[in-house]
């Protein structure tokens, strides 16, 4: 069975950073990209950041650029992602995603985790 | 940028109704349009991929169609396990985005 376990999420302050793991299992990690994906209280879904297969090609949103920096460790199955000046509007539900094939950017996300909750307040 | 435009913002319907979905791209995205179904408290689930492709387990109720800017999601007939907000996604370039979703409610 397919799983992704999101792990690092909290309460930080204006400026703070984070660093948020997911643990997958179940699937060949390294055959696969993966995502992050947000979604703040009551807002639709909004893609962060991407990062291809064992090429390791990372793609972000403009909201994000300059500021968060997704990586993994095939070697423990773990997607990453580094959050470094975060505001009040990265306050959100973090869940990781995985895309739907393998070998390629077939990015539509067949399994996503249960989430980590992220909130950036003073 | 792409921007999805999702409509309407929510529906209002009974089981056994028929629902269509609307999907509007900003430019010219061909097929790769996804839709995902979110229940309260649950991460979304793929229904969709690359427009009409359903994915693994979802019932044939669920279909999609077009190409292009406009697609469309359509539930043939509404079950109760059915009622809930659905997004669709493109994965035609970065960014990936989001539509901003349909609520279908009884």
């Known amino acids: 069975e397919v799983q992704l376990l999101e792990s690092g999420g909290g309460l930080v302050q204006p400026g703070g950073s984070l660093r948020l793991s997911c643990a997958a299992s179940g699937f060949t990690f390294s055959n696969y990209a993966m995502s992050w994906v947000r979604q703040a209280p009551g807002k639709g879904p909004e893609w962060v950041s991407a990062i291809s297969d064992s090429r390791g090609s990372t793609y972000y949103a403009d909201s994000v650029k300059g500021r968060f920096t997704i990586s993994r460790d095939n070697s423990k199955n773990t997607l990453y992602l580094q959050m470094n000046g975060l505001r009040a509007e990265d306050t959100a539900v973090y869940y990781c995603?995985?895309?739907?094939?393998?070998?390629?950017?077939?990015?539509?996300?067949?399994?996503w985790g249960q989430g980590t909750l992220v909130t950036v307040s003073s | 940028e792409i921007v999805l435009t999702q409509s309407p913002a929510s529906l209002s319907l009974s089981p056994g109704e028929r629902a269509a979905l609307s999907c509007r791209a900003s430019?010219?995205?061909?097929?790769?349009l996804v839709w995902y179904q979110q229940k309260p408290g649950q991460a979304p689930r793929l229904l969709i991929y690359?427009?009409?492709t359903r994915a693994t387990g979802i019932p044939a109720r669920f279909s999609g169609s077009g190409s292009g800017t406009d697609f469309t999601l359509t539930i043939s007939s509404l079950e109760p396990e059915d009622f809930a907000v659905y997004y669709c996604?493109?994965?035609?370039?970065?960014?990936?985005?989001f539509g901003g979703g349909t609520r279908v409610e009884i």
């Open positions: 995603a995985k895309t739907g094939r393998g070998f390629g950017d077939y990015h539509w996300f067949d399994c």
């Open positions: 690359d427009s009409s």
């Open positions: 430019q010219n995205i061909k097929n790769y």
């Open positions: 996604q493109h994965r035609s370039s970065w960014p990936l985005t």
